[in-house]
């Protein structure tokens, strides 16, 4: 249960030991957490002064991918500066805590932008993840090995079998299906705690909202943190040509993804003219926010959501063949899946021990998802093509969005969205069409709303003149 990195993670490793596999998510691929993040390969030099398991982690999965999946890392490099208050005492604790879980760390000169008395500067091996080409590698690595993706699937019940997990009973638009099963892994991230209901074992799991902003220019070439006791507003990620700036943390009740708070983009926006004085005047495109799943540990109390571990665990429920894996970072997603395909794969009877760790990812997709160069074009911005387009054949304009990335450049679909709806309506109808030009527009407005300033204002007024001239939706 779950499409995201943890759960497409799982599939491929069990794919590889010979294990039968589906994989359902109510959404499309990353749905949920892996489709909002920063972005960051961790080198996990921004845990080891507050959780070593977790940096440890970090930095033994960022080498493993680069080796399996060079294709989808960009090596960045991170660099981490410390801002005049902080005491050298705590830079020698930040350094021997990197030592100690072996990041290397060397001694860098301060990069320019960079607040100059932010003159304490060090590198490490912090890189780039682009998520969305490695999940849909992981998706055909899973269906090529006979495996399935079901994706717009929701799972309403399980049924057992002298307490043995027997059969889930799903939901989609072509109606309802009974699937049997030997076992469930529910890594559905923000949502397992509604899927563990499902059996009646509830998890002790922890929600918390993070708002990030992305400006549509790469400013720094390398990932630049704040060298300090983690908080808010202490990392900059390039990717491609646009930079992601975060995040918060705050506790949340709820697993789906709100709209990004305006005071916490006010807040995050004077946390970063503190290390660029000039980010002001960076052109702002939009803000988001992610959900993160975090495992509170029984008897931690009200332990505050950044002070929770992002380590993980694999739970194994009393009705037996169910599972759950909760917690961890992206960057940390093979070892995660590694761990509950063990359980798993023990539990099932296969000895075969886990590849994922020297298996190679399916290869990236020129021209699908990664900017081709046939015409014509339909989103100038992200160099996305018609053929593009044509290969998802049947998506909505929101998941074709995220499999090809038309519509998040600098316009956010002003244009491009119309030319896209365009195309897409000789498969859906017209009626159809609009309808999912209108969520299209008004997914964008989302994020526009939030960072209503600057240029940013004057896209906002006219893809709301557009939408209301062009789709006859009146005004608010």
């Not at 779950?2 to 596999?21: E, K, N, Y």
């Not at 682009?130 to 998706?139: F, M, S, V």
């Not at 099963?181 to 397992?192: E, K, L, M, S, T």
């Not at 993070?210 to 300090?228: E, K, T």
């Amino acid at each position: 249960m779950g499409a995201g990195a943890t759960g497409l993670g799982a599939a491929w490793d069990l794919m590889l030991r010979g294990v039968p596999v589906t994989v359902v998510d109510q959404g499309d691929l990353a749905h949920g957490t892996s489709g909002r993040f920063h972005g960051l390969l961790h080198s996990g030099a921004r845990y080891v002064l507050t959780d070593t398991v977790a940096a440890g982690q970090c930095q033994t999965e960022n080498l493993c991918l680069r080796r399996i999946a060079a294709s989808y890392i960009e090596d960045t490099g991170g660099l981490f500066a410390a801002p005049p208050e902080v005491p050298d005492r705590l830079i020698d604790k930040w350094k021997q805590g990197c030592q100690a879980v072996h990041i290397p760390v060397a001694a860098s000169v301060a990069v320019e932008g960079l607040n100059s008395r932010w003159s304490r500067a060090f590198s490490v091996n912090d890189g780039v993840i682009n998520g969305y080409p490695l999940l849909q590698a992981l998706a055909r690595g899973v269906e090529s090995g006979g495996g399935r993706v079901l994706t717009h699937t929701r799972l309403v019940g399980a049924a057992q079998v002298n307490g043995k997990i027997r059969k889930v009973i799903l939901e989609s638009a072509q109606g309802t299906q009974e699937l049997a099963v030997d076992a469930v892994v529910n890594a559905a991230g923000p949502w397992a705690g509604e899927v563990a209901a499902l059996w009646g074992d509830p998890l002790p799991l922890t929600l918390s909202r993070g708002v990030m902003v992305l400006f549509s220019h790469r400013h720094q070439p390398q990932v630049i943190n704040r060298l300090d006791m983690p908080g808010d507003g202490d990392i900059l990620v390039p990717h491609d040509h646009i930079s992601i700036w975060g995040t918060t943390d705050r506790e949340t009740d709820l697993p789906a993804a709100p709209s990004p708070d305006i005071q916490e983009v006010f807040e995050l926006m004077e946390r970063g003219q503190e290390m660029f004085p000039d980010m002001g005047q960076w052109r702002v495109l939009r803000a988001f926010t992610g959900v993160r799943p975090l495992y509170r540990a029984p008897g931690s109390g009200s332990t505050p959501t950044r002070d929770i571990s992002r380590d993980f665990v694999v739970v194994e429920h009393p009705l037996s063949g169910a599972f759950s894996v909760i917690g961890g970072k992206w960057t940390t997603f093979r070892l995660m899946a590694q761990q509950v395909a063990d359980r798993v794969a023990g539990y099932l009877h296969y000895s075969t021990a886990c590849q994922t760790q020297d298996h190679p990812l399916p290869p990236r997709v020129e021209g699908v998802g990664a900017g081709g160069h046939a015409e014509p074009l339909l989103c100038e911005c992200e160099r996305v093509s018609s053929r593009q387009i044509q290969h998802y054949s049947g998506c909505s304009l929101t998941d074709l969005r995220t499999r090809t990335w038309f519509g998040m450049g600098p316009c956010q679909g002003t244009f491009c969205g119309h030319r896209v709806a365009a195309w897409q309506s000789h498969q859906l109808g017209i009626d159809q069409s609009d309808q999912e030009l209108l969520k299209f527009r008004k997914e964008r407005e989302r994020g526009m709303l939030s960072a209503l300033w600057g240029d940013n204002a004057v896209e906002w007024l006219l893809q709301r003149n557009i939408r209301f001239q062009g789709l006859g939706e009146p005004p608010k």
